[in-house]
């Protein structure tokens, strides 16, 4: 009978260590088991914005997310964060990861994992159509009001021009970009410096008012940001990514989101 207890406790024993064991792994590479927690700025068309219902998102990242999600075995939940306290997010455990139009940087990469680059992106510049620009590039927007959303890689490019040429300029921070257009739309600010995936998206609207006068020649790739340290859905998530690739499906999402043009293959050859 004690032998009979002592193998049964054993046994449950065991089975208590294989399920924590399962926990621990589940818990330790996703937030929720079976959700892809996916935290973004809902606002920034048209990579990840609201749909004409004004609650169902949609774009390019929310696509990838749901096919990324889809691979690993996962269901895609978004997680709509204003950009300021974005990252903050993802390290407190508010969601697993951040697709969210993130620019891969040094200073970034020191604080947070990183999935291979996903899309190539560069720096734009928009005015106003139809009348004389009173800018063609960054450098010769001295005394205007150049609009950008905050600490993004415009405002940061701004700074840096500004302390290394001594350029004045007003800066005009918002919190989403889609604020930029509706100012310049209605003449409170003169340019906006943005990511040219962004400025497409509004010169390409039907009677759109504005237009690109300038883009930056330095490239830059965005990534899928993780938690620091979770290595494993770190590894997880470039496999996916890796097969999403492969198959097409990200060739496909980018030629149906910008009107058939491939912004995916570059940011593949830099892995």
């Known amino acids: 009978m004690k032998r009979t207890l002592l193998v049964i406790a054993l046994l449950l024993s065991a089975g208590v260590i294989l399920f924590a064991g399962s926990r621990q792994q589940s818990g330790g590479m996703t937030i929720k088991q079976g959700v892809l927690s996916i935290g973004m700025d809902i606002g920034y068309p048209p990579m990840e914005y609201y749909g004409s219902d004004g609650i169902t998102p949609i774009g390019f990242d929310v ?12 269901r895609a939940e978004f997680v709509n964060t204003a950009w300021d306290g974005i990252f903050a997010g993802v390290e407190t455990n508010r969601y697993d990861v951040i697709m969210s139009s993130v620019t891969i940087t040094d200073a970034r990469l020191r604080a947070h994992n990183f999935s291979k680059p996903y899309i190539a992106n560069t720096l734009a510049m928009v005015v106003l159509k139809n009348s004389p620009p009173p800018a063609r590039n960054p450098l010769e927007t001295a005394g205007l009001n150049v609009a950008f959303q905050a600490d993004t890689t415009a405002d940061f490019y701004m700074e840096e021009l500004a302390a290394n040429t001594g350029l004045r300029y007003i800066p005009r921070r918002y919190d989403q970009v889609l604020h930029c257009f509706s100012e310049l739309e209605m003449g409170r600010v003169d340019v906006i410096v943005t990511d040219l995936l962004v400025a497409y998206e509004y010169i390409a609207r039907p009677n759109s008012p504005f237009e690109i006068v300038w883009r930056s020649p330095e490239p830059e790739v965005f990534g899928i940001c993780i938690k620091r340290g979770n290595d ?8 996916a990514l890796t097969e999403l690739f ?4 990200m060739l496909r999402i980018s030629r149906e989101i910008f009107s ?12």
Do not use: F, H, P, Y
Request: glycine share 12%; no cysteine; proline share 0%.
């Open 246 to 249: 492969n198959d097409g499906t």
């Open 232 to 239: 494993a859905l770190t590894t997880a998530i470039n496999s």
């Open 63 to 74: 696509e990838m997310g749901k096919a990324l999600a889809a691979k690993m075995g996962l």
């Open 260 to 271: 058939g043009m491939d912004l995916v293959t570059e940011a593949r050859q830099q892995w």
